[in-house]
């Protein structure tokens, strides 16, 4: 399975965006991104995925690059609760998760 | 629905000591899997299983062992635990193992080893 690059860690305000960054510069053309965040030692919750469009749901939009090198996910506007562990991972069956980014939102 | 439970949430085992966490899944998942996770590492995949019947290895499969006798149930056991065994045990399961399946998550076991 191919690599995901993220920062430690992250700040954001509360009420503003939190934009997530994540390089996959070794992706393989059939390997998804997918988004999980861990809130407090709870299971890790789904958030979204893409394959090359950009994708938003209710929770968050996914932005990937034509090259499909790296990726951002967007909280538009980020509350207390958004404080986790964002995990950016490629996918082709299995999920492989990474050390992932810390963000804490900040009052 | 339930979704995913897993049974203990907390459990304290001697080194040699034996146990089975137990999962459970009421969304008529085809794919189960383990994980454990370290303390501030990611999760690692222990085993999984595509349907009743049928279990495959993940990344860190030693010293433990699965069964999938029905499509709600992946029990996971622990043969003479030892202190590397000290974790938190997540059970996820998924519609299916393409991509396009997101996986749902457990509450977790916390397992200490001493």
């Known amino acids: 399975d191919a690599k995901t690059t993220q920062p430690p860690s992250m700040d954001c305000a509360e009420g503003r965006a939190a934009n997530l960054p994540c390089n996959h510069s070794t992706i393989s053309g059939n390997e998804y991104v997918y988004w999980y965040r861990q809130i407090h030692s709870q299971g890790p919750q789904y958030i979204i995925h893409g394959l090359k469009n950009n994708e938003t749901n209710e929770m968050a939009s996914l932005i990937i690059t034509e090259d499909r090198k790296s990726s951002t996910l967007i909280l538009p506007h980020a509350t207390l609760r958004d404080t986790a562990v964002y995990y950016c991972?490629?996918?082709?069956?299995?999920?492989?998760f990474g050390t992932g980014t810390r963000l804490t939102i900040i009052p | 629905n339930a979704g995913v439970t897993q049974t203990p949430k907390f459990r304290i085992l001697k080194i040699g000591q034996s146990m089975t966490l137990q999962c459970t899944q009421d969304?008529?998942?085809?794919?189960m899997y383990w994980y454990r996770q370290d303390p501030g590492m990611g999760l690692k995949l222990i085993y999984y299983s595509v349907g009743a019947g049928i279990t495959d290895k993940g990344e860190v499969p030693n010293g433990y062992n699965v069964s999938r006798s029905t499509t709600e149930d992946f029990p996971l056991r622990l043969e003479l635990a030892a202190p590397s065994q000290t974790s938190v045990y997540f059970c996820?399961?998924?519609?299916?193992?393409?991509?396009?399946?997101?996986?749902?998550f457990g509450p977790g076991t916390r397992l200490t080893v001493t």
């Open positions: 996820a399961s998924s519609y299916g193992g393409v991509d396009i399946y997101e996986q749902y």
């Open positions: 969304m008529n998942h085809n794919y």
């Open positions: 991972i490629l996918k082709n069956e299995k999920l492989t």
